[in-house]
């Protein structure tokens, strides 16, 4: 893990852990995503869509010098993942599979059936009221305790809920062929992952295939296809089975010898009963992207190239939700059903987003420098579309179909909604015999989310370095010294990506009201609009050395400010005026951290090794909010 990042996972559950990273703090709030951008590849992407055994490295950029190059999405930082490609000129075939089981890292310490009356009886006592159990019953359930459960229970929740097998496993299998002209590096992978409770679990299957084709010494292209198909399954009580799993008693009954699931004192939310027989949640998510890049050297000090890289997907919901009945007594004398009636929410989405860019570089060299000056255009789109819908009581609950439910209730709904970003960029580099660096960038972005006026930012960054070891005074030190760099950089990037598509426009909505018995169509507004809104705007000041020594120890040290003005957010208004607020740059968050990395890496023959670690802080505060906490 790189300082200055953190990786938070609020669920387990299979396929959708809810992992997020964070860089160097949050930047935003009120709406706006605090996630950085991923690119793999080149392209923007998920994480979770990407086999592990396929990554060739990892890069994270912290600072707005080194980020502002990929523009108004880079604003929370950027990942830079690369994908292994063909790298030989012979056939190959590679399998890697890994088998692993997951349990549950922490859980509360519980008390059996007995332990839980004593403590409750002394608890009563010390609060100067009478024990809720008496000797007599106390003495009849230490003796039958494990010998009668309909009667004298002793139920560990926990058991009785978590068992799952919690096992996953997965397959990679690689087929890389090359040539002079053409490398190809075909791969399919396979996960299987089954959840710690019974009804969940999660498979997904990947084909991944890079392509590199060198027509002639001015002309190569690359050719990436990805598909991901991924199928996760949940309980649709799954909140309400893990609270009950860990607030009620060892002495409530689970399941009655008849069969029958308890539900006294567990106001009829049985937990097992409801992860067993409470219905499914299924989940299908389909992803397919491609990326073709030509690239073009006409002479030695100029390069263009040109890349198009659609990227689809769609997600596919079937949210069937039964009602469970529990019992008071083994008998069958009911207790309480979880729900009235059955209901079923069926949906689909899809997703377009299309990246085309234009790079054109110029390199010269000439006595010891070294110029690079890179220019660019690019365009982002994003089209997205839903519907859905939903039916409830179903005279025949084992058909889980739309058309199987009444339809005296039933409900549909369904949006659409696409945005756009255009940029224009350059970047310059210039380095003096590896000894003194400097990079100056500027990015011109203009995002569809804002109206004319306020739709384009101007984004600067530069940075520049100083190797003190490739100075002639430093080269007596130098077996000592492999490394010294100190470096600094200042840079702002924008934010743009919030909760609204449309936040400069009003909206309506259509809906219908009874007048005199007749249904009659109405358009009402729904949220004000606020047409002056700009461009959040991140300024970060950092400041660190890079050293080596001895080419094993290796240490890294970097201080940062960064400040986020004009934070888009919605803030209160009156009641009175009847509408959704509107977004405002209103907030202000300042960042302030540092972080320290050491590394010792070493080589004995074949067999190397390495160790790093790094400690990290920050400190994030909002500093305004219009005057409103």
């Known amino acids: 893990m790189a300082p200055g990042v953190t990786v938070t996972t609020p669920s387990g559950a299979p396929g959708a852990d809810g992992g997020a990273i964070r860089i160097r703090g949050i930047n935003s709030f009120g709406g706006s995503s605090t996630a950085p951008l991923v690119l793999i590849d080149g392209i923007e992407g998920s994480l979770d869509s990407v086999d592990p055994v396929l990554i060739e490295s990892i890069s994270i950029l912290k600072d707005a010098a080194s980020s502002s190059i990929y523009g108004s999405r880079a604003a929370n930082g950027v990942i830079l993942v690369t994908t292994k490609r063909s790298s030989t000129e012979r056939f190959t075939v590679t399998y890697k599979g890994t088998v692993g089981w997951q349990s549950p890292t922490d859980l509360p310490e519980t008390v059996n059936a007995l332990e839980y009356r004593e403590l409750t009886n002394a608890m009563n006592l010390q609060d100067g009221n009478a024990p809720t159990y008496d000797d007599e019953s106390m003495a009849l359930y230490r003796k039958n305790m494990g010998k009668d459960p309909d009667l004298y229970p002793n139920t560990d929740w926990q058991d009785a809920v978590l068992t799952g097998s919690g096992l996953s496993h997965s397959h990679t299998v690689s087929l890389g062929i090359g040539s002079e002209r053409v490398r190809m590096l075909t791969t399919l992978g396979y996960v299987d992952q089954n959840g710690i409770i019974e009804t969940t679990d999660f498979q997904r299957y ?17 050719l990436d296809l990805s598909f991901s198909n991924g199928d996760r399954r949940s309980s649709p009580y799954q909140g309400t089975i893990f609270n009950y799993m860990n ?16 539900g006294l004192g567990l106001q ?66 009911a207790t309480l059903t979880s729900t009235p009636y059955a209901t079923l929410t069926e949906s689909g989405s899809r997703a377009f987003y299309g990246n085309y860019n234009f790079l054109m570089t110029f390199k010269k060299n000439f006595s010891g420098h070294d110029l690079k000056l890179i220019l660019g255009a690019e365009r982002n789109t994003y089209d997205y579309k839903y519907l859905s819908a939903y039916r409830q009581v179903f005279n025949y609950p084992d058909y889980d179909q739309i058309d199987v439910g009444e ?47 306020n739709r384009w930012g101007i984004f600067p960054s530069f940075s520049g370095a100083w190797r003190l070891t490739e100075e002639p005074f430093m080269q007596d030190v130098r077996r000592t010294l492999s490394e010294f ?24 909505d259509v809906s219908s009201i009874s007048v005199n018995d007749v249904i009659t169509p109405i358009v009402t507004q729904t949220t004000l609009a606020n047409p002056d809104i700009t461009w959040e705007s991140t300024e970060m000041y950092d400041v660190g050395i ?7 120890l290796s240490v890294t040290a970097d201080w940062y400010y960064k400040k986020t003005h004009d934070i888009l957010l919605t803030l209160d208004i009156p009641s009175i005026i009847g509408l959704g607020a509107p977004y405002q740059n209103a907030g202000t968050v300042r960042n302030v951290g540092w972080e320290v990395a050491v590394g010792y890496h070493n080589k004995w023959r074949d067999f190397s090794f390495g160790v790093e670690a790094n400690l990290s802080d920050v400190v994030n505060k909002i500093i305004d909010m219009k005057g409103t906490t």
């Open 546 to 552: 890079d050293a080596t020594l001895f080419d094993k």
């Open 485 to 508: 760099k100190i470096r600094a950089s200042y840079g702002q990037l924008g934010n743009q990506n919030i909760g609204s598509n449309y936040p400069t426009i009003q909206q309506l």
């Open 247 to 262: 607030t009620r008693s060892a002495d409530i009954p689970n399941q009655f010898s008849t069969g029958l699931y308890n």
């Open 407 to 453: 339809i005296e209730n039933m409900d549909n709904s369904g949006h659409r909604y696409e945005w756009a970003i255009q940029s224009y960029f350059g970047r310059l580099n210039y380095n003096f015999k590896e000894r003194y660096l400097f990079e100056a960038n500027v990015r011109f972005d203009g995002s569809s989310r804002f109206a004319k006026g």
């Open 206 to 222: 990947t084909f991944r295939n890079n392509a590199d084709v060198k027509f002639n010494d001015k002309l190569s292209m690359k």
């Open 268 to 333: 009829g939310n049985n937990p097992v009963a409801l992860m067993l027989e409470g219905g499914q949640n299924k989940n299908n998510t389909l992803r397919l992207s491609g990326a073709i890049t030509l690239t073009y050297e006409p002479v030695e000090w100029l390069s263009l190239q040109g890349m198009l890289a659609p990227r689809y997907a769609t997600t596919n919901k079937h949210n069937w939700k039964k009602p469970v009945t529990t019992y008071q007594d083994m008998e069958g004398t």
